[in-house]
């Protein structure tokens, strides 16, 4: 993981290393510490799982909008949802025209010695809240979604294959563009606002019968209301930022009788 053949590194030389319940910055400390936490270990096995190699990967599209930074924030993100208590090192690298983040992962939690293994279900939550956390605070990685609505067949995958699956972007046009639309409408205050976050999306919408009618992705186009937000949909981000006005005018209207019974 810390060969500098393919690791990431900028321009300047800078390059990234999480080590999340890790002291030091010495590999050799490192291990010494993996090594030591065992002995926490309530469940002693003699093919106990000691640690895991696991991998984040990016489709070769979205190279453009990948930076250092990103990929450490998604690293440390991955953390938090795969288990806050365990030991980490990540590392970002670069091979093949990918970029993708190398993860160990300690088998035992941090001190506690409970075991790191998750099931099949909770490695499909793990890979799903990750990827929603992408979508929400970087919807220009489009490429690098997975449908993870078919849960058995994802299931099914072994890790390796998984991998296989994000790095050459399997999710369907319509799943990759569903899942930036939900971002758009989740952080829109009105329909106005809801176009507005589709454009600075990059995304390109187009017009028929004199109003926006749908959205050209990767050179398709998709009518909005066959994505599930249909005019009555939109008319509810209307309705409530009126209902905010019309609590707001209560209040006012409210305060200043109180004021005129004062008199």
């Not at 090594?35 to 106990?48: A, G, P, Q, T, V």
């Not at 093949?96 to 293994?117: L, N, Q, V, W």
């Not at 999710?171 to 829109?188: F, H, I, S, V």
């Not at 749908?214 to 249909?230: A, D, Q, V, Y």
Request: charged share 35%.
């Amino acid at each position: 993981m810390l060969n500098d053949k393919d690791r990431l590194f900028d321009e300047k030389g800078y390059s990234f290393v999480v080590s999340h319940n890790l002291k030091g910055n010495d590999i050799n400390e490192w291990v010494r510490q993996y090594e030591e936490n065992e002995k926490y270990r309530k469940l002693k096995r003699i093919n106990s799982v000691l640690a895991t190699h696991e991998i984040i990967s990016f489709h070769k599209d979205d190279a453009k909008n990948i930076t250092l930074d990103k990929l450490e924030d998604i690293a440390r993100q991955y953390v938090r949802e795969r288990n806050e208590k365990g030991m980490f090192v990540a590392v970002p690298h670069f091979d093949k025209e990918h970029y993708h983040i190398h993860i160990c992962a300690s088998g035992i939690e941090y001190k506690t010695g409970k075991a790191m293994r998750l099931s099949k279900m909770d490695l499909v939550k793990v890979k799903k809240q990750l990827q929603e956390y992408q979508i929400e605070k970087y919807p220009e990685l489009r490429n690098s979604l997975v449908n993870h609505s078919k849960e058995k067949k994802v299931q099914a995958l072994s890790d390796k294959e998984y991998q296989y699956k994000l790095r050459t972007g399997r999710a369907t046009d319509k799943e990759q563009l569903l899942g930036m639309l939900k971002t758009c409408y989740k952080k829109a205050d009105s329909r106005d606002d809801f176009y507005e976050n589709i454009h600075e999306c990059g995304l390109t919408t187009y017009i028929r019968g004199g109003k926006i009618s749908g959205i050209i992705f990767n050179n398709k186009k998709f009518r909005i209301n066959r994505l599930e937000f249909t005019e009555e949909r939109l008319e509810e981000l209307n309705k409530t930022i009126n209902r905010g006005k019309d609590i707001k005018e209560l209040r006012k209207k409210s305060k200043e009788n109180i004021i005129n019974l004062n008199k």
